[in-house]
C-alpha cells in the first residue's frame, strides 16, 4: 500500500467513515492483536537480552498511535451505526477494555 493508500484508510478509520465491523473486527481485534503481539514478544526478547529498561519500555509502548487510532475509528463509526442499537455499545465497551488490556500487558 503506498503513502496515499495508507493516507486513506488512516483517515477513514480516523474519521469513522469505515463500516462498524471492519473498524472493529479487522482493525481493533485482528490487526490491533498482531501489532500488540510483535511489540509485546520483541519486548520480551529485549528482556532476556538484558536490554535496557527504557528499550523494553519503548518498544513495549510502540504500537499505542496505533491503538489510539483504532479505538477512535470504532467509536467515530459505532456513532454512524445504522444497525441494530446494541452493537455500538458494545463495540465501545469492547474496544475500551481491549485498548487497556493492550495498554497492561
Known amino acids: ?40 514478544l520483541a519486548m520480551l526478547v529485549l528482556i532476556a537480552m538484558n536490554a535496557p529498561g527504557w528499550l523494553a519500555l519503548a518498544v513495549h509502548l510502540a504500537p499505542l498511535p496505533y491503538n489510539v487510532l483504532f479505538v477512535v475509528g470504532v467509536w467515530r463509526s459505532a456513532a454512524r451505526w445504522p444497525g441494530p442499537p446494541p452493537w455500538p455499545d458494545a463495540a465501545r465497551v469492547a474496544v475500551t477494555a481491549w485498548f487497556a488490556a493492550c495498554l497492561a500487558l
Request: net charge positive; glycine share 18%; hydrophobic share 60%.
Open 1 to 40: 500500500m503506498g503513502g496515499a493508500g495508507a493516507r486513506a484508510w488512516i483517515g477513514a478509520l480516523w474519521g469513522g467513515a469505515m463500516p462498524l465491523p471492519v473498524a472493529f473486527w479487522r482493525h481493533a481485534v485482528v490487526y490491533g492483536f498482531i501489532v500488540n503481539l510483535m511489540a509485546t
